[in-house]
Antibody, heavy 122, light 111 residues
Framework: EVQLVESGGGLVQPGGSLRLSCAVS????????MTWVRQAPRKGLEWVAN????????NYVDSVKGRFTISRDNAKNSLFLRMTSLRAEDTAVYYC???????????????WGQGTTVTVSS | DIVMTQSPLSLPVTPGEPASISCRSS???????????LDWYLQKPGQSPQLLIS???DRASGVPDRFSGSGSGTDFTLKISRVEAEDVGVYYC?????????FGQGTKLEI
């Protein structure tokens, strides 16, 4: 079964750090672009970052540039999001997702995890 | 950044009736290869988002044919030919032509 499972969320103080993980199963992650999308409480979806197959291309939304780092370990079929200097506005459910078409970030995100919750509060 | 604007933001519907959601982008999403880089997602209550339509009009695997996407350039539409109870949730359009990729505000479909 094709599946993504996020972990690593939790409660962190402003200015703190967290590392989210996304475990991939049922497909070979090294063939696909992958992405992180977040959803603040009672808000809409916000794209956060994506990465190509070998990690040589990474893109971020402006609000997280310099604070968040997307990475992957294809040998372990895993995706990560390192978050530093966290702010209250980073509080959200964070989803990892797969882009459907091999080799491109276009064509839709067809596999999503269940999400992991990050709460930034003192 | 490309701004995506959906309307309406709330859509009350009656089962069996059609429904339509509009999505406009602040820049053209038409690529030189002829594809429109516009996707549609549905987030049912308590669930992760699911892909409905990619490239403006391509239905994703397993999506019922009552869902259709149309449009080109800056104006796009998601249509449901006959709404069913299971279609409730929030619908989002998303542009994937330029980074940062951006979502619309979402349209809440209610029965």
């Amino acid at each position: 079964e094709v599946q993504l499972v996020e972990s690593g969320g939790g409660l962190v103080q402003p200015g703190g750090s967290l590392r989210l993980s996304c475990a991939v199963s049922g497909f070979t992650s090294r063939n696909y672009w992958m992405t992180w999308v977040r959803q603040a409480p009672r808000k809409g979806l916000e794209w956060v970052a994506n990465m190509n197959e070998d990690g040589s291309e990474k893109n971020y939304v402006d609000s997280v540039k310099g604070r968040f780092t997307i990475s992957r370990d294809n040998a372990k079929n895993s995706l990560f999001l390192r978050m530093t200097s966290l702010r209250a506005e980073d509080t959200a459910v964070y989803y990892c997702a797969r882009y459907r078409v091999v080799g491109t970030p276009h064509g839709g995100m067809d596999v999503w995890g269940q999400g992991t919750t990050v709460t930034v509060s003192s | 950044d490309i701004v995506m604007t959906q309307s309406p933001l709330s859509l009350p519907v009656t089962p069996g009736e059609p429904a339509s959601i509009s999505c406009r982008s602040s820049q053209s999403l038409l690529h030189s290869n002829g594809n429109n880089y516009l996707d549609w997602y549905l987030q049912k209550p308590g669930q992760s988002p699911q892909l409905l339509i990619s490239l403006g009009s391509d239905r994703a695997s397993g999506v019922p044919d009552r869902f259709s996407g149309s449009g080109s350039g800056t104006d796009f539409t998601l249509k449901i030919s006959r709404v069913e109870a299971e279609d409730v949730g929030v619908y989002y359009c998303m542009q994937v032509l330029h980074s940062p990729q951006t979502f619309g505000q979402g349209t809440k479909l209610e029965i």
